[in-house]
Structures are given as structure tokens and as C-alpha cells.
């Protein structure tokens, strides 16, 4: 019952802006870390940012560091504002959840939504 579903990808062009979303559903969500993963072509699936259920502790992947903001928006969603954006985002960018933070940054989160398509041009 536990489902993660993303919106928001699209077309960027480089230096430009733009605004993920996940919207959670199933219970105890609001007991959930949540954080994003993205996926290039050919490439491993890597970590972006994560946030406690709470809100406000965060952590980023040193390639989005400073360009990349995590937000809880409410106990059942999270999204990912991504600015200054590179030809290098592009990837498919999936939410996951997970009561367990450390599990959610390894990889490891126990549900994860179908992804969204991001792609910037250059």
C-alpha cells in the first residue's frame, strides 16, 4: 500500500530551475526519512538528498551541494528544487522512503517511486 509517486520532470535548459515532487501514500508515511536517487543512462543509481521526517536535517550529494534543496512539504511529500542546473542532472530521479535514515543514503530505502525524467540541455 505503500506507494511513491513523482512529478515534476521535465526539460531544463543548463542554469536554469526546477522543482520535483513526491507525493506518498500508505501507512505510518509520516514516520518516513524520504530522499532522492537519480539514474543516468548507463549509470548507477546514485544519491542526491535526503531529510530526516521531521524536517530540517538534511544531507546532499557533493555534486548538488548548493544547488539542490530538499524540502518536506508535508508528512506525505517531499520535493527536490533544483537550480543552476547542469547537462549533468539529467537522469531519471526517483523518490524513496525509509523509517531508517542511514538506509535511505546507502541505497537501501524500502520503497521507491517509479521515477521522473529530468533533462537539461546544454
Known amino acids: 500500500q505503500v506507494q511513491l509517486v513523482e512529478s515534476g520532470g521535465g526539460l531544463a535548459e543548463a542554469g536554469g530551475s526546477l522543482r520535483l515532487s513526491c507525493a506518498a501514500s500508505?501507512?505510518?508515511?509520516?514516520?518516513?526519512?524520504m530522499g532522492w536517487f537519480r539514474q543516468a543512462p548507463g549509470k548507477e543509481r546514485t544519491f542526491v538528498a535526503v531529510?530526516?521526517?521531521?524536517?530540517?536535517?538534511t544531507s546532499y550529494a557533493d555534486s548538488v551541494k548548493g544547488r539542490f534543496t530538499i524540502s518536506r512539504d508535508n508528512a506525505n511529500a517531499v520535493s527536490l528544487q533544483m537550480n543552476s542546473l547542469k547537462a549533468e542532472d539529467t537522469a531519471v530521479y526517483f523518490c524513496?522512503?525509509?523509517?531508517?535514515?542511514?538506509?535511505?543514503?546507502?541505497?537501501?530505502?524500502?520503497?521507491w517511486g517509479q521515477g521522473t525524467q529530468v533533462t537539461v540541455s546544454s
Open positions: 531529510i530526516y521526517r521531521s524536517g530540517g536535517t
Open positions: 524513496a522512503a525509509d523509517p531508517i535514515y542511514s538506509r535511505i543514503v546507502s541505497g537501501r530505502a524500502a520503497y
Open positions: 500508505g501507512p505510518s508515511i509520516a514516520a518516513y526519512r
